[in-house]
């Protein structure tokens, strides 16, 4: 028996860990500003426009963001429009000003830049890479 009870001891959930449950009430917190930045990623959105939406100051959003999804709220904006322009720059034949002003940026040069750095190489050779660039086409 004593055995058994010191089996149950060890499996038994300890105190400190409480993680699930904290993340899964932060996620629910800032699932607004999510939702916000899914619909609006084309725009200029600030840390106050998605404290608004989430009724919260913008330190308490910045705190939340970090501990749910590992990085701020502009990170999280930046890697979003990132995934959006990638996948334009293999299904559609836009141009890629016209993919960088589609998912919020104003300029090319600071797309070119943000793209380069998150994916390692540039918008264009992303798009060539998969053989859509208008370069390829006979």
């Known amino acids: 028996t004593k055995a058994l009870i010191a089996?149950?001891?060890?499996?038994a959930p300890r105190k400190r860990e409480r993680v699930p449950i904290v993340?899964?009430?932060?996620?629910?917190?800032?699932?607004?500003?999510?939702?916000?930045?899914?619909a609006n990623y084309n725009n200029q959105i600030s840390i106050q426009n998605l404290?608004?939406?989430?009724?919260?100051?913008?330190?308490?959003?910045?705190?939340?963001?970090k501990e749910t999804l590992l990085k701020p709220p502009q990170?999280?904006?930046a890697h979003f429009r990132m995934q959006m322009a990638s996948q334009l720059l293999l299904s559609s034949e836009q141009s890629i000003?016209?993919?960088?002003?589609?998912?919020g940026y104003k300029t090319l040069s600071s797309f070119n830049r943000?793209?380069?750095?998150s994916t390692g190489i540039s918008p264009r050779a992303w798009r060539q890479?998969?053989?859509?660039?208008s370069s390829q086409k006979g």
């Open 23 to 38: 993340k899964s009430t932060a996620i629910e917190k800032i699932a607004p500003a999510l939702s916000y930045i899914a």
């Open 51 to 65: 404290a608004d939406e989430c009724f919260m100051c913008e330190t308490n959003l910045r705190r939340l963001f």
């Open 129 to 133: 890479s998969a053989g859509t660039g």
């Open 97 to 103: 000003l016209d993919i960088s002003l589609s998912v």
């Open 114 to 117: 943000q793209f380069k750095k």
């Open 7 to 11: 089996k149950l001891q060890r499996l």
């Open 75 to 77: 990170e999280y904006l």
